[in-house]
């Protein structure tokens, strides 16, 4: 009786060792696969979670290797001492060529005598850290204007840098704005502004020291995230962790709308309209300092994912998700974006309704553009923008 019982267990133990071993190569195998043969690769970022939902094959591929190269410069953003200015190291891969200036693009070279110069500043969004340089916004708007002005040198600098928000963007401006002869300094933020209000708070920065830590982790590190234990950089960890938190959202968010965004309390109500007023005083100060230096301003808010009409599932799905992770900022962001109007002076245009009617998904991971979004993104800019030159042309001309 006790051999039979030992027995028992021995198989017990045989089958439970071969169940373990069945689950181990099943992981293995679906790793394996995960990394070398699916477009999900390593999930870093969740890059190609998201992206693989609303990219094209080829944009995707696009869009992992920029990240890799981006990755491959470790510290890639520099300050200048005494000054708001962060910019990139001076640097080239097959995706990105940043110039001495410290933004993507060529070298700038002495001004033309009929030559036209634009410096679009802006953040991620500008720089397309995913995205092929023909789907910048910038490089969208140098097209248009290039077709729209055939006599006239157009030329359109690229002056995103990960993480800017638009205090850093005028320092930028107004730091190398004459250096690089521009006529036309561009703007574009609101989304890292509310964001960064919402962390904490208005504050105006005061120049960075040389141990201030810059803003650069937008695109992780590749080599940092292979010293991390091997589950928290299993692709078959993070695709089920991401599909189970979308699956989630997705079947119980919805039929609990009323719940999901928390209401302001009164600390942050007064927070945003201070951000409100600070914005708005940050853009007419700018506005008369670049003025000048003989350098129009003009500021683009830029488009909101909480305020998109339609939201696609995808989008509805980020949108509760980004609320179930950082409760309140729904109706921080609605506060903050209603607070902003279009201006004469200075001269803001609005983009917050660029994507309206857009019932595909235009923000892929609740902040970033699609190759398509950015692109009708670039279009409106220069819808915007062609008007104005058109009358400032025909001055010359007169």
């Known amino acids: 009786m006790k051999i039979d019982k030992r027995i028992d267990k021995i198989v017990s133990l045989k089958a439970l060792f071969c169940?373990?071993?069945?689950?181990f190569l099943l992981f293995a195998?679906?790793?394996?696969t995960l990394r070398n043969f699916t477009s999900f690769g390593d999930t870093l970022n969740n890059l190609e979670y998201y992206a693989s939902l609303s990219f094209s094959e080829e944009e995707l591929k696009t869009a992992i290797k920029a990240r890799e190269?981006?990755?491959?410069?470790?510290?890639?953003?520099?300050g200048v001492p005494g000054t708001l200015v962060y910019r990139y190291k001076?640097?080239?891969?097959?995706?990105?060529?940043?110039?001495?200036f410290g933004f993507r693009g060529d070298e700038p070279q002495k001004k033309e005598k009929n030559e036209y110069?634009?410096?679009v500043f802006g953040d991620s969004?500008?720089?397309g850290v995913y995205l092929a340089e023909k789907n910048t916004i910038p490089f969208v708007l140098r097209k248009r204007l290039e077709k729209e002005f055939p006599g006239r040198k157009i030329t359109v600098y690229?002056?995103?840098?990960e993480g800017s928000d638009l205090q850093r963007e005028i320092s930028f401006a107004e730091f190398e704005g004459e250096r690089l002869e521009l006529d036309m300094a561009v703007f574009y933020a609101g989304g890292n502004d509310i964001n960064y209000s919402f962390e904490r708070g208005n504050a105006d920065y005061q120049p960075f020291t040389e141990d201030d830590r810059l803003y650069q982790n937008l695109i992780e590190n590749l080599a940092s995230d292979k010293k991390k234990p091997f589950l928290q950089r299993s692709a078959v960890v993070k695709v089920i962790k991401e599909s189970l938190s979308s699956d989630f959202i997705h079947n119980f968010a919805p039929s609990k709308k009323e719940e999901m965004f928390v209401p302001l309390i009164p600390e942050y109500e007064a927070r945003a309209d201070e951000f409100v007023a600070k914005f708005k005083a940050r853009t007419k100060k700018a506005s008369d300092d670049l003025a000048?230096?003989?350098?129009?301003?003009v500021f683009f808010f830029s488009p909101l994912l909480q305020l998109k009409k339609p939201l696609s599932e995808m989008e509805q799905n980020l949108l509760f998700k980004n609320e179930m992770t950082i409760p309140g900022v729904y109706s921080y962001v609605l506060r903050c974006s209603n607070g902003i109007s279009e201006s004469e002076d200075p001269l803001i245009f609005m983009q917050t309704s660029v994507f309206d009617g857009h019932t595909e998904t235009m923000f892929y991971d609740s902040v970033h553009f699609t190759p398509a979004a950015s692109r009708i993104a670039g279009n409106d800019m220069a819808n915007r923008l062609i008007p104005l030159l058109k009358k400032y042309f025909d001055q010359q001309k007169d």
């Open 125 to 127: 969004r500008i720089v």
């Open 117 to 119: 110069r634009i410096g």
């Open 29 to 32: 195998a679906a790793e394996f």
């Open 292 to 297: 000048e230096k003989g350098i129009k301003s």
């Open 90 to 100: 001076k640097a080239r891969t097959d995706s990105f060529s940043f110039n001495s």
């Open 158 to 161: 690229n002056i995103g840098i």
């Open 19 to 23: 169940a373990l071993l069945v689950l």
């Open 69 to 78: 190269d981006l990755a491959s410069l470790g510290e890639k953003i520099v």
